[in-house]
């Protein structure tokens, strides 16, 4: 409990006995930290990368010492259940979001204190997973490449692919690949037992075991020899554990750039879960296994998708328009610089074969796949087997044990990948100029900062001229997944493009299957009727396409990212309103004949719906005045509490460079997400982004010898021992003269902005030499 109106330093203390508890905490412990903070102006909200509440508003020094304390040490903050005043006194924070929740009791038990509701701390508690026998599978990364393409190469693939449908010539070409990997690729074995432990080796397992027998001995027989000889022996194997752990951070650290995922492995290594739990819950069926775990996986994730096709013939106006894509025929070249640029680090698809096969097998399997590949453009078919899809389940928020709470991943297969990258090269170039430029999603050289830029230009402009600015968000529900197939190929033609392509889009959309998959289990197989293919290089364009004809419908200026839509309109008089209303409207008409579905309950912005100060714009909470206070005080709270899991993740680590790696990737880019659109301007703003990286800092140099450590060097000189610029200068300098330049160079295509910017060309040559000229603003 902290009395209200508390000094500060109550707050630092507070946050040094939370940091004592923690030094004693295990990697596996729980920690949970709760109490009566009597902050009642500090308000939170919901952060889904993080899956906890970040402080929205955090300004006097008691609020900001708190929360950048708190968060700095890796701990999340799950509580938000208000007060009968609106305000949260209460706050709850844990080490883990993914085993802890804060729940709401049904009853109460007592009477309710109006100002402290009553919380119920529900912890998951790791199950028992179900044992795995043990697993086989090829060992690509060790077999003969050069046996294998000679095996390869040997095959008359001409004479066996060429007289033969599309999906028979895979049938072939898999079957083939299949014999030849089985006879050539060794066999690798993982067992259920398998040491997950990257430093386990021989000589500390072999040391492990002989301390084992020198344990059972001592037990029999207590006596000084044994004792001592138990001794030794425990020392012997701590220190050459802790050598083997030493050795693996060293390898970890020198590897961090090059290979990032050992990073993440560690991390994951350090967590508590052992992955889906046996007892998964959907509705009132309960899984007990991993079979049927991944049957309600696949029966929930089967529902989003829409077995109603709208019809075609209505979706859209006739466009006379024809555009230039003669039919697409892949040569060998292209095909073996696609098969050897593969990344070899990804896994496999449902066919088995990973891409480090491709990549090594590239000079002998060139032939055979590009005669698929014209096979299946020429005929417009897409092979069967490369429309199934794996899936994986991953956890969002809330219960482990409920499927609802995971959202699917789909894996494909490798080849498909790469024919469908090929078209999309060539369909790309072909309709590019066809796509509105109020879209910024999926687009070269477009992006959310681009977005971004340009809605908040319009709206400073407008609130300089004391005018007012009407904005609604539009969320289509399960957009990506609800595509009808005859719909979006219609639209196809209907832009201008050949039959070929649009027969063969129909084909690769059309007859989709997936399955679930946990550990080595997979589910029933179900059809996917609608939607684009998740995981896939053509389904965004395809789905940009689909949309592109909404922003022709409005009167109101509008912008897309993707299925992110906002339109927004000048308020001078009621008959603005009215035109609002009929963009709205429009869009709901536009939804009924394409077979979308708007959320209302997301949609923000009209009387009708809801009304709100401030929102979530494609990552950047946008307030009424368009001030960016909360979201500089949001965007704070979230690096430092991504901050507190590097150092809680890495304190064994001791290259500052490594640390640097890490700090750069994950917690600057954070700190520099669209900051062109809400730099901030006020000191004391730029100090407290500033002081995220002053922490790291503190962090990162802690084991240099100072000659005096309560007084450091300068902030900007130990910047310049790891080669670090101050946020600020970076904002300045780098980030923002660069985001010009690639205005001005065409690099980004935004025409909106490059006509907004001011050019200085003076008459005659004065001594100022200045291209460009920041013209007076009224407001800030």
């Known amino acids: 409990y902290v009395r209200p109106n508390s000094n500060p330093d109550i707050y630092r203390q507070h946050s040094h006995c939370v940091q004592f508890l923690l030094d004693q905490a295990d990697d596996t412990d729980m920690v949970i930290v709760l109490g009566d903070y009597n902050l009642p102006k500090l308000s939170w909200c919901f952060d889904h990368d993080l899956n906890s509440y970040l402080p929205a508003n955090a300004s006097s020094e008691q609020e900001i010492t708190l929360t950048q304390s708190i968060l700095d040490k890796g701990l999340s903050q799950v509580n938000n259940l208000l007060n009968s005043s609106g305000r949260l006194l209460d706050l709850l924070f844990v080490n883990d979001t993914h085993r802890i929740e804060s729940l709401e009791p049904p009853t109460a038990l007592l009477r309710i204190d109006k100002f402290h509701r009553p919380v119920v701390l529900k912890c998951e508690v790791p199950s028992l997973t179900e044992a795995v026998d043990d697993t086989l599978f090829y060992d690509f990364k060790n077999c003969d490449a050069e046996a294998l393409n000679d095996k390869l190469a040997s095959v008359n693939w001409t004479s066996l692919l060429e007289n033969c449908e599309v999906n028979d010539a895979v049938s072939r070409f898999y079957d083939v690949v299949n014999t030849v990997i089985a006879e050539s690729v060794p066999l690798k074995k993982i067992g259920r037992t398998h040491h997950k432990c990257p430093l386990w080796n021989r000589e500390l397992r072999s040391t492990r075991n002989r301390l084992r027998k ?4 001592y037990l029999r027989n207590r006596s000084t020899t044994n004792k001592q000889s138990l001794q030794f022996a425990e020392n012997e194997y701590d220190e050459l554990r802790n050598s083997a752990f030493r050795s ?15 990073f993440w492995s560690f991390v994951k290594s350090r967590k508590h879960g052992h992955g889906i739990p046996l007892d998964m819950v959907y509705g009132d069926c309960r899984a007990n296994g991993f079979r049927e775990s991944a049957n309600l996986f696949a029966e929930f994730f089967s529902t989003v998708y829409s077995n109603d096709q709208c019809d075609a013939a ?27 640029t593969l990344d070899a680090s990804k896994g496999a698809g449902p066919d088995h074969l990973p891409p480090v096969f491709f990549k090594h097998c590239a000079p002998s399997l060139t032939l055979p796949v590009s005669i698929i590949f014209n096979k299946s453009l020429s005929n417009g078919v897409f092979p069967d087997v490369w429309k199934i899809a794996s899936i994986v389940p991953i956890h969002k928020s809330g219960s482990i044990h409920n499927v609802q709470n995971y959202r699917p991943i789909s894996i494909l297969n490798c080849l498909g990948k790469v024919l469908e990258k090929m078209v999309h090269d060539v369909l790309y170039r072909s309709v590019w100029h066809v796509i509105s430029d109020r879209q910024h999603g999926f687009m070269k050289n477009r992006s959310t900062t681009t977005n971004l830029m340009t809605f908040v230009n319009v709206l400073t402009r407008k609130i300089e001229k004391r005018q007012q600015v009407d904005t609604v968000y539009i969320d289509f529900s399960k957009a990506f997944d609800k595509v009808p197939h005859s719909i979006a190929v219609d639209k196809m033609r209907r832009i201008g493009l050949p039959d070929w392509i649009s027969n063969w889009t129909l084909s690769y959309l059309s007859n989709r299957k997936g399955f679930v998959k946990i550990k080595d289990v997979n589910s029933e197989t179900f059809d996917i009727p609608s939607g684009v293919p998740q995981g896939s290089h053509l389904g965004p364009l395809i789905f940009v396409i689909f949309v592109n004809d909404i922003c022709s419908l409005l009167r109101c200026d509008c912008l897309m990212y993707a299925d992110d839509l906002k339109i927004f309109r000048t308020i001078l008089s009621p008959l603005d309103c009215c035109a609002l209303q009929e963009d709205l409207s429009a869009i709901l008409d536009w939804c009924e004949r394409n077979g979308m579905q708007v959320n209302i309950s997301k949609c923000k912005g009209s009387e009708v719906l809801e009304r709100v100060n401030k929102i979530q714009d494609l990552g950047v909470l946008i307030d009424s005045k368009a001030k960016f206070n909360e979201h500089i005080s949001t965007v704070t709270a979230k690096a430092t509490s991504l901050l507190g899991f590097i150092r809680r993740n890495t304190a064994a680590f001791e290259d500052v ?9 994950i917690v600057r880019s954070t700190l520099e997400y669209a900051v062109q659109v809400w730099a901030p301007y006020h000191n004391e703003q730029i100090n407290r982004i500033e002081s995220v990286q002053r922490s790291f800092l503190r962090y990162a140099l802690r084991r240099l010898p100072w000659s005096n450590p309560t007084e450091l060097p300068a902030y900007e000189n130990r910047c310049r021992l790891i080669n670090l610029k101050t946020l600020a200068n970076r904002r300045k300098k780098k980030i923002r003269r660069l ?23 003076p008459v005659r040559s004065l001594r100022n030499r200045a291209c460009l000229w920041i013209p007076a603003h009224r407001t800030n």
Do not use: M, W
Request: charged share 20%; hydrophobic share 40%; aromatic share 10%.
């Open 248 to 262: 693996y951070i060293g390898r970890l650290e020198s590897n961090i750039k090059r290979d990032p995922s050992s």
């Open 657 to 665: 460079y490594a640390l640097k790696t890490l700090y750069c990737s």
């Open 214 to 217: 020198i344990r059972k001995r």
């Open 739 to 761: 985001f010009i330049f690639d205005l001005i160079a065409n690099r980004i295509d935004c025409n909106y902005l490059l006509q907004n910017l001011c050019f200085y060309a």
């Open 314 to 340: 209505e979706s859209t106006p006739n466009n006379p328009r024809l555009l230039h894509l003669p039919v697409l025929e892949v040569s060998a070249r292209d095909v073996s610089t696609a098969l050897a």
